[in-house]
Antibody
Framework: QVQLVQSGAEVKKPGASVKVSCKAS????????IHWVRQAPGQGLEWMGV????????TYAQKFQGRVTMTRDTSTSRVYMELSSLRSEDTAVYYC???????????????WGQGTLVIVSS | DIVMTQTPLSLSVTPGQPASISCKSS???????????LYWYLQKPGQPPQLLIY???NRFSGVPDRFSGSGSGTDFTLKISRVEAEDAGVYYC?????????FGQGTKVEIK
């Protein structure tokens, strides 16, 4: 079955960077886009960007342009999301989510990782 | 960005009774490929969102048939025919018609 397993919780100081991983299994890794969505404590869901694991192509939300980098490693079926210049407002649970249909850039997601809590605090 | 507006923001329902959540988008979610990219998710505390409905009205695998979705263009509805205790949580509509994906504010459903 499809699984997206994310790395563990992180505590970072303001100004630092964090890199969250998402290991995919149970399907052909390069066939489905991977999106990143975050959720601040008690808040709603916010889309950050998407990566095509096949060619590494990315599209980021304007809000995160210049601060976020999404990469993939096809040899380990992992996708990474790195967020730099962290501030307290970046404290959130970060989720990876697989596109619903293969090769479909526009489809939403049916499978989500368990989430990674990132706390930014001095 | 497409703005998604859900109503109501909270709902208290007696088991066995129906429930309905409305979601309106600021632009049509109908894509040139003929699909309408509107999704419904349920999030329970401490868990990631779980997909209920994709492309307006298609139930995801394993989702009980008491859940149904309808609508077109900019107006959409999620209905639960007979609410059960396990249906408690926060419901979100989401559009993927245009990047960035955007979500409704969420509707918190409480079971009486």
């Amino acid at each position: 079955q499809v699984q997206l397993v994310q790395s563990g919780a992180e505590v970072k100081k303001p100004g630092a960077s964090v890199k969250v991983s998402c290991k995919a299994s149970g399907y052909t890794f390069t066939s489905y886009y991977i999106h990143w969505v975050r959720q601040a404590p008690g808040q709603g869901l916010e889309w950050m960007g998407v990566i095509n694991p096949s060619d590494g192509g990315t599209t980021y939300a304007q809000k995160f342009q210049g601060r976020v980098t999404m990469t993939r490693d096809t040899s380990t079926s992992r996708v990474y999301m790195e967020l730099s210049s962290l501030r307290s407002e970046d404290t959130a649970v970060y989720y990876c989510a697989r596109g619903f249909f293969p090769y479909d850039f526009w489809s939403g997601s049916g499978d989500w990782g368990q989430g990674t809590l990132v706390i930014v605090s001095s | 960005d497409i703005v998604m507006t859900q109503t109501p923001l909270s709902l208290s329902v007696t088991p066995g009774q129906p429930a309905s959540i409305s979601c309106k988008s600021s632009q049509s979610l109908l894509h040139s490929d003929g699909k309408t990219y509107l999704y419904w998710y349920l999030q329970k505390p401490g868990q990631p969102p779980q997909l209920l409905i994709y492309e307006v009205s298609n139930r995801f695998s394993g989702v009980p048939d008491r859940f149904s979705g309808s609508g077109s263009g900019t107006d959409f509805t999620l209905k639960i025919s007979r609410v059960e205790a396990e249906d408690a949580g926060v419901y979100y509509c989401m559009q993927s018609r245009q990047l960035p994906w955007t979500f409704g504010q969420g509707t918190k459903v409480e079971i009486k």
